[in-house]
């Protein structure tokens, strides 16, 4: 019997929807199913995600503290960042820089040691010495 349904099922005419009537074109597009649908569900998830911030706005605890906030600013409920300017003067700035590129150096002289043996042993190695 299922069989025989489907088989009907098979011959039934499909529906198109109709195009907009050429008197109506001024109003503008004619919203077909399948655009309703996805207008619909993307309205349904906005107001599903709305309704949880709401929630969860709902149930903040007012009393809640973090030591982050004491520095923290908001200008009409938006957080503002503040950065502050350099806290180095130049001097130190070119000392911090001379530091690093010591340190730089004297890990490549650390690897060049390292190196060195496996490339007297295997002259095929790729890296410098």
């Not at 069989?3 to 109709?18: C, D, G």
């Not at 906005?46 to 520095?71: G, Q, T, V």
């Not at 923290?72 to 000392?95: C, F, I, M, N, P």
Request: aromatic share 8%; glycine share 4%; charged share 35%.
């Amino acid at each position: 019997m299922s069989s025989f349904k489907k088989a009907q099922k098979a011959q039934r005419k499909t529906h198109k929807e109709r195009s907009q009537p050429s008197k109506r074109k001024r109003l503008g597009l004619l919203e077909k199913k399948g655009d309703w649908k996805k207008r619909s569900e993307n309205y349904h998830f906005k107001e599903k995600r709305l309704k949880a911030l709401y929630e969860k706005a709902r149930n903040r605890n007012p009393d809640e503290f973090y030591h982050s906030m004491i520095n923290a600013k908001t200008k009409g409920g938006v957080h503002v960042l503040e950065r502050e300017g350099s806290q180095y003067s130049t001097d130190e700035l070119k000392l911090l820089k001379s530091q690093d590129l010591n340190y730089l150096r004297t890990q490549v002289t650390i690897e060049r040691k390292v190196h060195r043996p496996l490339k007297t042993t295997n002259p095929l190695l790729p890296f410098p010495c």
